[in-house]
């Protein structure tokens, strides 16, 4: 413990007996006034403490602070704080709500991990940065908020407005890898527009995530990004979008349509695996080029119909591996080579009657009793 004035730099030595007390029938630690940064060894009965009472002269709480404290249920935080260190409160599983000061611009690494009773939190309009892990395993996290200051308790569940859906702050230009993963109470989420990329594993396993409100900017889903949120059904891709990374939406089985971005250039491996509602997929007729990689939409059980389009360039193995109930691809009139390339991915399914009529500048692609991509134009295969 820091503080500005000499008199108290030992206090700690004899904090469980001097300024250890109850508040609202809480055993409350109340940091003396002056202190001017805390780390983890100043927390006196940390196993049993259950609110912590903060002045507004501390400036930092080290790496780890109330890490572990597991009966804490309260916390005003300094005013003064700017940052919420790694760890910070990580594995706090008592902790309900709490609201982040004003003056914060960053909440670093794991610094909720583990909260697994953080239900509410106010996020600040200062906040420019949400570190990887930061609400990682929060399993009860629902909702943004607003404490009204002026009840008694203030940084409780029953003095929270929440606000739904969880709405990350305007601020904000970065968030971490994991850093909603498995907070599997979300339901919906916007995040701002200054975001370009959703990190890798983000939100992860959110399984009752429904509606995402993605940014107008927004370049890059990194891989896994979405994987597991098995409820997630209300979204609208920007085209702004390039890169869906590898299993991005893998295992999101409440998709039914996903309107493919004009913006879009590279599908990765698995991206759509196991999206077994996912009934039909279009891709735009750009000026970019499309890669579509292996296992892209394999095992989307629900799968009947995929229309490719000039702008793809390139299908990796087993792309539509397990759509068992594919009925046809609609491919543009290409090259002899571009069909042979599709006839090295086995889809595994059975055979299916094609009922769609040709367009003029397309063929429509049935599945043989091999597994394999059937093109109607025979003509692309003749030898020269």
Known sequence: METKDSNIDNINENASQDVISYVDGLKTYIVPEGTISLCAQDIPDRKTIEFIMMPDSIEEIDEGTFGGCKLLKRINLSKSLTTISEFAFCYCTSLEAIELPNKVTRISRGAFYGCDSLKYIHLPDSLKEIGKDAFYLCHSLKSTCIFNSTIKEPNTVGNCQTLKPFKIPRSVIKIGKRAFCECDSLQSVIIPDLITIIEPNTFTDCTSLKSITFPNNLTAIESGAFAGCKSLSDFQIPNTVKIIGRCAFWECKSILSFPMPHSIEKIGHQAF????????????????????????????????????????????????????????????DRTRDFYKQMLTNPLRCNDLDNDLDEDEDEVCVDVDNEGYLVFDNEECFDED
């Open 273 to 332: 695996g196991c999206c077994t509602s996912l009934k039909s997929i279009i891709f735009p007729e750009t000026e970019r080029e499309i890669e579509i990689g292996s296992e892209a939409f394999s095992i989307c059980i629900s799968m009947k119909f995929v229309k490719l389009s000039q702008s793809v360039v390139s299908i990796g193995k087993l792309a539509f591996f397990g759509c068992k109930s594919l009925e046809a691809i609609c491919v543009p």
